[in-house]
């Protein structure tokens, strides 16, 4: 971001935050300060609303920060009483159904160094227990019907399971994600691994909150930029 463009930005902050109280500005602070794109998640063509907005409310319940959304057949869509309007709070990347959709979401991840590990229920793959913290790692979902595409699989770094002992092969997608996410996101926490957000990103992220914090605040932000540069 230039500098002109982050000198606006703090401006701006300073302008809305006159609309929130200082106990919802701590609030918005004190939750930034355990967010972490050290984890993130990928979904792949879920399509129960319902499954999909207990994994976002997951999500944030971890302090998740990133979910990305691969959409084939079924376009993405959360349900707010469930989710309990995570959704507003995350930042969701998503993928509309192409050719490439898959080995382009995955080739973004990889650019970010992330390791990709497809979530598969086979005996013989390492488990969530054996994946080192200190590597930045993104956790591929499939649907409960049909699991991972081969494309995604194929594109993946490894796969991981989940230990089971009973006669039911695999958990559902919502379970799977919340005992990934519970044992991953607590390693992390206890290690010394920096998986904090960056300052810079902090800022971004408070921004965004911000605005979805105050009512009409595009309006108000552009009351306040037409203010600092008046038309002649």
Aim: hydrophobic share 35%; with cysteine.
């Amino acid at each position: 971001m230039k500098i002109e463009e982050r000198d606006l930005r703090e401006k701006i902050v300073k302008y809305l935050e006159q609309f929130v109280t200082e106990s919802r500005q701590e609030r918005l602070s004190e939750i930034l300060k355990n967010r972490t794109r050290h984890i993130t998640v990928v979904l792949e063509d879920l399509f129960q609303a319902q499954n999909i907005s207990a994994v976002l409310r997951t999500c944030d319940c971890y302090g998740i920060q990133d979910v990305h959304v691969i959409q084939h057949r079924n376009e993405f869509e959360a349900n707010k009483e469930i989710s309990m309007g995570a959704d507003k709070w995350l930042s969701i990347h998503e993928y509309p159904h192409s050719e490439h959709n898959v080995k382009d979401c995955i080739d973004k991840l990889h650019e970010q160094g992330y390791w990709v590990a497809a979530t598969l229920p086979d005996e013989k793959k390492r488990t969530i227990f054996d994946l080192p913290v200190e590597q930045k790692t993104a956790f591929l979902f499939g649907t409960e019907l049909t699991g991972l595409s081969e494309e995604a699989i194929k594109y993946a770094d490894g796969n991981v399971l989940i230990p089971m002992y009973g006669f039911t092969e695999s958990f559902n997608i919502s379970n799977s994600a919340a005992i990934i996410l519970s044992h991953f996101s607590e390693k992390m926490r206890h290690s010394d691994v920096h998986w904090q957000l960056s300052d810079e990103e902090k800022e971004e992220i408070y921004f965004d909150w911000l605005q979805k914090s105050v009512k009409n605040s595009e309006g108000l932000i552009d009351y306040y930029v037409n203010q600092l540069n008046p038309k002649p």
